[in-house]
């Protein structure tokens, strides 16, 4: 009887420290426009600062366009609504952990022995199925972006004034700069349910997670679809065109022009499914670009591809190989970044390949190093959008 008492009392104690550290764990993880608001009505009461205008416009409604491709790089089918890919009969499923990257194999396949199909076919395959005209181009697919301080969202002052949304001006016209690509993994394993609710930040998260277990936090397939939407609204004054998202598993569909209001749909017509075939979509958004950027002349923005993913890809030489080569045709060491983005718990299944590329590219045969990573500790704790600004610096 007393012991059982003893027990008792020790859960108590344990509940009642946890939500005292999750009351603490609020402040710091307040965003840093809390801070910047307090100082701005303080100055306003000093009368030294003044109402930023307010400016309307009218803003571009566009559809996003939608391409579903098999494995091979070839159109599978393609619809307005975006319609979820069939899976291959007997695809394996991609719950399980896989091996960590073996660097004693891979050094023979960057001899050319690896996969290669269609590595040159998706140059002219086209990206974005909307946008391809009668010769087979995408057309003028580059975003003009332009920053408007005077928009209701946005509050003047130097390059690093916090914005409503979190960004600094300098963080938000860096992703403006760029074409943005999300690939995000949509392999059965994003079914898995230890992603922080959004808001909560690292500290929060964890102590939901430590008092409620997979009940106090969302899946790595929602955790993508609220951090997307989250990155589309606030980017959604620079660019007229939105984002490009990429969705891949056993096969891949592409949904370019998006739109924060086509996000929420995008994600919920389809579930995750199948294995984590990386290197097609990687291959075919890449080849896009160069097609672009020769027809251009040069006069596209660069790329920003952030890979969101929750471990090993299923082939993880032949994307170590489709760097590589990209890296020599590149003009200048600045045309791509790619940004991988490790999520949930078995991220550290795929840290050691993610951590090669990222440190060795080079020794592979690449021109450049284009590879930066994002722990998963420090995405929950700024999340996506300042995350993939910080690693376009």
């Known amino acids: 009887m007393a012991s059982g008492l003893a027990k008792q009392s020790q859960r108590m104690f344990a509940s009642l420290l946890a ?22 009505e303080l100055e306003l009461k000093r009368g030294d600062l003044n109402e930023p205008e307010s400016v309307t416009g009218n803003q571009e409604t566009v559809a ?11 159109s599978q089918s393609s619809n307005p609504a975006g319609t979820a890919p069939h899976q291959q009969n007997g695809a394996p499923t991609d719950n399980t952990f896989r091996k960590p990257f073996n660097l004693n194999v891979q050094t023979s396949v960057m001899d050319g022995s690896a996969d290669s199909r269609n590595s040159q076919g998706g140059a002219n395959s086209g990206l974005f199925r909307g946008a391809v005209n009668a010769s087979g181009s995408l057309g003028n697919q580059t975003p003009t972006f332009g920053v408007n301080t005077n928009r209701p969202n946005l509050k003047t002052g130097s390059n690093t004034t916090t914005l409503n949304g979190g960004l600094t001006e300098t963080q938000l ?13 949509q392999s059965a394993s994003m079914n898995t349910q230890d992603c922080p609710v959004s808001g909560l930040g690292r500290v929060g998260g964890t102590i939901m997670g430590m008092l409620l277990g997979s009940a106090g936090m969302v899946s790595r397939w929602q955790w993508c679809r609220d951090q997307t939407m989250n990155l589309a609204e606030q980017t959604r004054f620079a660019s007229s065109k939105g984002l490009s998202v990429i969705l891949f598993s056993t096969n891949f569909e592409v949904h370019s022009r998006v739109s924060v209001d086509d996000i929420p749909t995008i994600f919920k017509q389809v579930a995750p499914h199948g294995t984590t075939n990386l290197t097609e979509p990687l291959r075919i958004t ?7 950027q020769t027809e251009t002349r040069g006069n596209v923005k660069p790329l920003a591809i952030a890979i969101i993913t929750d471990g090993l890809p299923t082939n993880e030489a032949n994307v170590c190989k489709v760097l590589v080569d990209t890296t020599n045709q590149m003009r200048n060491p600045r045309d791509i ?11 550290l299944n795929g840290q050691a390949f993610v951590n090669e590329i990222e440190r060795n590219l080079p020794k592979y045969g690449a021109k450049f190093n284009i590879v930066k990573s994002v722990s998963f500790w420090n995405l929950m704790k700024v999340g996506l959008s300042r995350a993939l600004a910080d690693a376009l610096e």
């Open 19 to 40: 939500v005292c550290l999750l009351t603490l764990s609020f402040e710091p993880c307040a965003p840093a426009w809390a801070a910047e608001t307090a100082d701005d």
């Open 64 to 74: 996003p366009d939608v391409e579903t491709r098999p494995v091979d790089g070839t």
């Open 173 to 185: 016209q860096r992703l403006a700069a760029h074409d943005l690509v999300l690939i995000i993994d």
């Open 286 to 292: 890449i080849n896009d670009f160069f097609r672009r």
């Open 337 to 347: 970044k790619v940004t991988i983005f490790l999520i949930g718990n078995s991220a």
